[in-house]
């Protein structure tokens, strides 16, 4: 939150709570697309334009980029009013179809341009379609191991991606992107909130809502999706967050051992050969990977 109210007062933006500082950049010119089928076919083209400038970024923390191609679409206009807000789906595992990532944009309203980026870094590259096309193209594991996963693992990695895209300098020129990335952040500890809120403490969904609405200027279509997900599906909201924890925990811990000897090339490879696996074990394969370069 400290970040956020930094960024938005060198924006002349001082007025108000940090929730209605966020819901007022969707009154500034230029942020809404039109809610009409050019002003969608828009907000795509900038999504992809967003796609392609981080690919060309990728290969200074990796060593393996995905052999796929990947785009951004809007979902089909007869599919919005049940689809979620924004989801990926893989490419075809012999390429012959690329990964998909999916913008609901039933209202336009809900997908202001500063809140674009952060969700294209997650869903497609460096995240869900990049560690998905990373297994898919893994000849050492079995299918089965290629097409499941664990919402930990791969959500948790998602969000290590949006933090990633902006270690790398994918906001240098953009103040509002990272609000949005921060406000995404924001998102997901709330979403430990209220999950936590109504499965254990028993909220109201109503109160649930408040807190998106309230709390980071979220609309109340979008926030009443959202919380109608997480009464259905108890913990996985929380997977997010514990996930990008373990992530960021063994990164900290690579560093700090490993001193001159750490690359961020080799933790990346580290925690993405072995394909999606559950975060117990995520956290052992990168102790003994810490382990072995060490002794090395």
């Keep these: 939150i400290a970040r956020m109210d930094g960024i938005m007062r060198k924006q002349g933006m001082t007025s108000g709570t940090v929730g209605q500082r966020l819901q007022a950049i969707h009154d500034l010119p230029g942020q809404v697309f039109p809610n009409t089928d050019a002003g969608k076919a828009d907000a795509i083209a900038y999504c992809n334009a967003r796609l392609a400038a981080i690919r060309e970024r990728l290969p200074r923390v990796f060593r393996r980029i995905p052999p796929y191609k990947f785009e951004v ?36 309203g809900e997908w202001p341009k500063f809140m674009l980026p952060t969700v294209i870094y997650h869903e497609g590259l460096p995240g869900h379609q990049f560690e998905g096309g990373l297994a898919l193209s893994n000849d050492d594991l079995p299918l089965i191991r290629k097409a499941s996963g664990f919402s930990g693992y ?33 998102f997901r500890a709330h979403r430990c909130i209220i999950d936590t809120g109504l499965h254990h403490y028993r909220w109201s969904r109503e109160k649930a809502i408040d807190l998106f609405v309230t709390a980071q200027g979220e609309t109340p279509g979008f926030a009443t999706r959202e919380i109608d997900r ?21 990164r900290d811990k690579a560093q700090r051992l490993l001193g001159p000897k750490y690359d961020i090339k080799d933790y990346h490879e580290a925690v993405l050969a072995g394909g999606r696996l559950p975060l117990e074990i995520l956290q052992a394969q990168g102790d003994a990977w810490i382990a072995v370069r060490m002794r090395g």
């Design 73 to 108: 679409r809007r979902v089909p206009p007869e599919t919005e009013a049940g689809a979620a807000s924004a989801f990926s789906q893989g490419p075809a595992i012999d390429g012959s179809r690329p990964g998909y990532v999916y913008f609901n944009l039933m209202d336009s």
């Design 154 to 186: 791969a959500e948790g990695w998602a969000l290590y991606a949006e933090q990633l895209a902006d270690e790398i300098g994918m906001y240098d020129d953009d103040p509002l992107g990272q609000l949005g990335y921060l406000k995404e952040q924001l």
């Design 230 to 250: 997480y009464c259905v599906n108890p913990g996985q909201a929380c997977s997010y967050k514990l996930g990008h924890s373990t992530f960021v925990a063994i």
